[in-house]
């Protein structure tokens, strides 16, 4: 009797454990950032709030750069664990930083550290799951990222009104300890049999979905990169026009994620909030990620490329209309209690909206044409997306400090926002075209 499933549900809960713990240590910036600017002593500014996210994101695009290419040579488990030890790590040194210096480099390095859960996934993925499973599995573990991040703003947000924010730091750095102990033991490189999944495991009337998955398999064991170098790798990226549009997309998406970091901060001086309301309430935006990302488990793999390509077109204009609607807001003279309900509606419809485009397609396209080279191919996707997310940091935290304010913040996502509905169409659009090409051959 086969001992596929049990094998892969221990690889999937420990990549989710594992991820989440990634996550919460680079999440505690954003949950401290609202103390760090109420702590006096400290004596920062949102400037510099912006700088630790803008820089932190710089250490994202290194750490994709580094791990990457890692993972495609040392395997996922140990690009893994590295990181979530290294992310416990740096997360204490945060709290113990005694400077904007101190607080900027580490910041740059724990983003940098929690660059290699992704890739480290991504090959782990690839062993294990079958082609035809990708966006399901996907979809499940990306919601590690959003959930951990929730509970965590909750219960951290919860602790920072009774407890000094350096104690909160270190408390989140023990979890991420315990959880790697616990993967290091039950997280496993590969499966010891090579036909692990050669068989097709799901079976579907869908003609269309059936030949789709039959060439997915027969591209994970026959692929065209299969025994070339990393540089020849590259060079075939940097050849093709599906990859260049994939980057596109990501990058914007990735700029429009990036609000994140600033709601917090953003409902604390809009509604006069107390750091710790403004650092609970900031949740809804990765409340409203992840009931996208689990709406996203039902329908993807379910749906040809066409339909995911209006689904996710959809979506993003869902996007633009939520941010419309913060920017024209206080417009409508609303009650300041109808204000603020409107306003978080807004922000969980946008988080909502932009998830499912954010981490699936760019994923599973990497496993898919990036084969023996996946790792590398979704860092370097993920690259040029932390780089333009920098950018925006930069410029956001000016933008909000600036006689506009926060007027000017948001003129800056609906423009970004509405070059968002443009990329994702196009990418999805060339995948479709991709689909039936192999279909008609």
């Excluded at 990735?254 to 509604?271: G, H, I, K, N, P």
Aim: include cysteine; proline fraction near 4%; aromatic fraction near 14%.
């Amino acid at each position: 009797m086969s001992n596929r499933p049990p094998q892969q549900l221990n690889i999937i809960i420990s990549m989710y454990l594992g991820y989440a713990a990634m996550m919460i240590c680079r999440q505690m910036i954003t949950i401290l950032s609202p103390a760090l600017l109420a702590d006096e002593a400290l004596g920062l500014t949102k400037t510099n709030i912006g700088d630790f996210a803008a820089y932190g994101t710089l250490g994202a695009l290194v750490g994709k750069l580094i791990w990457g290419p890692l993972a495609d040579k040392v395997g996922g488990r140990f690009t893994f664990l590295i990181g979530i030890f290294l992310t416990a790590v740096f997360i204490i040194a945060f709290g113990l930083s005694p400077n904007v210096m101190a607080f900027t480099g580490f910041s740059f390095l724990l983003y940098c550290t929690k660059s290699s859960g992704w890739p480290g996934m991504t090959k782990l993925i690839g062993e294990w799951y079958h082609p035809q499973h990708y966006g399901r599995v996907w979809s499940i573990l990306a919601t590690s990222s959003r959930l951990s991040v929730v509970l965590a703003t909750l219960l951290f947000g919860w602790l920072l009104s009774f407890m000094h924010w350096q104690a909160v730091a270190f408390i989140a750095a023990a979890f991420a300890l315990i959880i790697f102990s616990g993967c290091y033991f039950y997280l496993k490189e590969k499966p010891e049999d090579p036909g692990f999944f050669k068989n097709n495991e799901a079976r579907t009337d869908n003609i269309e979905l059936a030949i789709a998955s039959k060439q997915a398999l027969n591209n994970r064991y026959n692929h065209p990169l299969r025994g070339t170098s990393t540089i020849d790798g590259l060079v075939a990226f940097a050849k093709s026009p599906r990859v260049w549009l994939v980057v596109i997309m990501l990058m914007v998406l990735t700029c429009m994620m990036a609000f994140l970091d600033f709601v917090s901060v953003y409902l604390m001086e809009s509604y006069q909030l107390t750091p710790s309301q403004a650092a609970m309430a900031s949740t809804v935006f990765p409340v409203g990620s992840l009931i996208g990302l689990l709406a996203s488990i039902a329908f993807y793999d379910r749906f040809s490329k066409k339909g995911i390509r209006t689904v996710l077109t959809i979506a993003l204009m869902l996007s633009l209309l939520s941010v419309l609607t913060l920017k024209y807001l206080p417009l409508f003279d609303l009650s300041a209690e109808l204000n603020y309900l409107v306003a978080l509606i807004a922000i969980f419809l946008f988080a909502f909206s932009i998830s499912p485009a954010y981490y699936l397609p760019m994923s599973i396209f990497s496993i898919e044409y990036g084969g023996p080279h996946s790792a590398t191919l979704v860092c370097l996707i993920d690259a040029f997306g932390f780089a333009a997310s920098a950018t925006f940091a930069f410029i956001g935290g000016r933008l909000a400090d600036s006689s506009g304010g926060w007027s000017s913040f948001m003129n800056m996502l609906i423009l970004i926002s509405a070059v968002g509905i443009i990329s994702v169409w196009a990418f999805m659009h060339s995948e479709y075209k991709a689909a039936n090409r192999v279909v008609t051959e």
